[in-house]
Nanobody, 123 residues
Framework: QVQLVESGGGLVQAGGSLRLSCAASGRTFSNYAMGWFRQAPGKEREFVSG????????FYTDSVKGRFTIARDNAKNTVFLQMNSLKPEDTAIYYC????????????????WGQGTQVTVSS
């Protein structure tokens, strides 16, 4: 099992940057594919970004490509989401999630979740 704790959310103006962190407990973090999801008010939770076990491959939803970067540091049991050029439509609760071995774009396939961190982008 893995426990995930997110941090780094907050309020930022449009065009600004924010870096989210997800700290994972456990001894086998490097065996987990990780992802970031977000949920805006009135909308379903959506995939934002994912990263393979070693960090060799990354995935992004179209709306954040070129602006967001996912990374991981397995030595620190941490996943990051660097968010640049933020837009008001990025406002959402952002969740860190993990699953065993392989990546997925589906919320249903991630059994491990953080508590979420609020990101608010003002215009």
């Amino acid at each position: 099992q893995v426990q995930l704790v997110e941090s780094g959310g907050g309020l930022v103006q449009a065009g600004g940057s924010l870096r989210l962190s997800c700290a994972a407990s456990g001894r086998t973090f490097s065996n987990y594919a990780m992802g970031w999801f977000r949920q805006a008010p009135g909308k379903e939770r959506e995939f934002v970004s994912g990263i393979t076990r070693s960090g060799s491959s990354t995935f992004y939803t179209d709306s954040v490509k070129g602006r967001f970067t996912i990374a991981r540091d397995n030595a620190k049991n941490t996943v990051f989401l660097q968010m640049n050029s933020l837009k008001p439509e990025d406002t959402a609760i952002y969740y860190c999630a993990g699953r065993w071995l392989t990546t997925s774009l589906s919320t249903r396939e991630y059994p491990y979740w953080g508590q979420g961190t609020q990101v608010t982008v003002s215009s």
